[in-house]
Nanobody
Framework: GRLMESGGGLVQAGGSLTLSCKAS???????????KAWYRQAPGNQRELVAT???????NYADSVKGRFAISRDNAKRTFYLQMNALEPEDTALYYC????????WGQGTQVTVQG
């Protein structure tokens, strides 16, 4: 199984982007029954947790993105999302999706660049 992100790009400060993470080769019960997460890593920085969504639908966000980002899922499509609004230059990073099952799945990353 694998995860693949899409939706990154270049945006002006204040703009919006929606990242998608599509799972393939992962059975539905594994996808729907485990926590999904988005991480990001800026150059010279450690990878940081941005948002999580557990199997019950509970979400958690880094303080820096609360009120601006939203994580969601579509289990039938085996896809989860990160809606990013009011983007700031500080949000510039490589964004990774993660499925926290017995096998820890990671995507390859998608670049988000915010010009201020």
């Amino acid at each position: 199984g694998r995860l693949m992100e899409s939706g990154g790009g270049l945006v002006q400060a204040g703009g919006s982007l929606t990242l998608s993470c599509k799972a393939s080769g992962i059975i539905l019960s594994v996808f729907s029954g485990n926590t999904k997460a988005w991480y990001r890593q800026a150059p010279g920085n450690q990878r940081e947790l941005v948002a999580t969504l557990d199997s019950s639908g509970r979400t958690n966000y880094a303080d820096s993105v609360k009120g601006r980002f939203a994580i969601s899922r579509d289990n039938a499509k085996r896809t989860f999302y990160l809606q990013m609004n009011a983007l700031e230059p500080e949000d510039t990073a490589l964004y990774y999706c993660n499925l926290q099952s017995r096998t820890d799945y990671w995507g390859q990353g998608t670049q988000v660049t915010v010009q201020g």
